[in-house]
């Protein structure tokens, strides 16, 4: 850590970076650095951390593999951690039960229930992201949605202190739910028992669909808008004569208007021109105002 570093954080030199670019960390691969970025080693190192920020009142966020974020130019204030360690992202089944550390890829968990012969998740392959991520934003496919499997969740507050949040005080809804505690350490869901050869014949299918629709030719693709109640965010878009509409180095994809294509040479600032522009002129059209799916930081 370099002398910048506020002497106060400096307990946790060995696993902070300071001004580290944000960019490589997330999937439109622009945007500026963040003050301190963080990999804790253990939950010890993790809960220390948290509770300093708190008594500094410095800005704390967990960063999953930035499927959902876009970091503004200027950079983010405060810390940024990632989960990446062994402690965050061990995943484990049992009978019908998966305990995922909130770190591990919904890559990781797909696979962990498929071997257990547990279903349910298939539809959710090859959607970029971690569990915390996903549980955060109550991520999703069609009809199936990661909220309908989870059964309770590890959290830290602010305090660097872990609580288990049980079912019943758990609240999904569409790409939105209650988890808002400053880390997601740890969930437990439940599958259904399903034989391997059907589990794999819906993962087959679910990538099938998936590849026929996103942008996977391009490095830095992210979803936008969330759809409105009854309609379709890429079919408005698309209705609007924006598909291909460009600001700078961002384009809007022409296989799902819904993605936003981002070139090397691009910036945060050109993506969030075009995200303003989309929305203007969906209203204008439409009368309907497009919700950010992401965040932006
Ligand atoms: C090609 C592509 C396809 C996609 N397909 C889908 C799809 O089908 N359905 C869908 O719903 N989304 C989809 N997305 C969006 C995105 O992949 C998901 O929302 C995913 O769950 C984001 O996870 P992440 O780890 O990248 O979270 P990030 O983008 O890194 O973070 C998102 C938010 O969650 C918070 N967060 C992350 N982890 C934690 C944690 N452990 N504790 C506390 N807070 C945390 C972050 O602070 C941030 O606020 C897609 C994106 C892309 C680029």
Redesign the pocket.
């Given at each position: 850590m370099t002398e910048t570093a506020p002497g106060k954080l400096q307990e946790f030199a060995e696993i902070l970076k300071p001004k580290e670019p944000l960019g490589p960390y997330?999937?439109f691969k622009v945007g500026g650095p963040a003050e301190f970025f963080a990999q804790p080693r253990t939950i010890q190192e993790l809960s220390a951390l948290v509770k300093r920020c708190h008594e500094l009142s410095m800005p704390f966020?967990?960063?999953?593999?930035?499927?959902?974020?876009l970091v503004r130019d200027e950079g983010v204030k405060g810390v940024v951690a990632r989960?990446g360690a062994a402690p965050f992202v061990d995943v484990k089944a049992q009978g019908k039960r998966i305990r995922a550390g909130?770190?591990s890829s919904?890559a990781a968990l797909i696979a962990a229930a498929a071997r257990s012969g547990l279903g349910g998740l298939e539809p959710?392959v090859?959607?970029?992201?971690?569990v915390?991520?996903?549980l955060?934003?109550n991520?999703?496919?069609r009809s199936t949605e990661i909220g309908q499997f989870v059964r309770s969740v590890d959290v830290m507050d602010l305090h660097g202190n872990i609580q288990t949040r049980e079912q019943d005080e758990l609240r999904f809804s569409y790409?939105s739910s209650n988890l808002d505690?400053?880390?997601?350490?740890v969930a437990e869901l439940e599958l259904e028992p399903e034989r391997s050869e059907l589990i794999v014949k819906h993962l087959q299918k679910a990538w099938i669909e998936r590849k026929a629709s996103?942008p996977?030719s391009y490095q830095a693709?992210?979803?936008i808008f969330k759809n409105p109640p009854g309609l379709s965010a890429a079919a408005l878009i698309e209705e609007a004569g924006l598909v291909g509409a460009k600001v700078g180095g961002a384009h809007v994809n022409e296989r799902d208007a819904n993605?936003f294509v981002v070139e090397p040479s691009s910036s945060a600032r050109d993506v969030v021109r075009l995200i303003e522009l989309v929305k203007t002129r969906v209203q204008e059209k439409f009368k309907t105002d497009l919700e950010l799916?992401?965040?932006i930081w």
């Open positions: 997330t999937i966020r967990i960063l999953g593999v930035g499927g959902n974020v989960l909130c770190g919904i959710l090859g959607m970029p992201g971690t915390g991520g996903a955060r934003h991520a999703g496919e790409r505690d400053p880390v997601l350490l996103h996977f693709a992210g979803r993605f799916e992401m965040s």
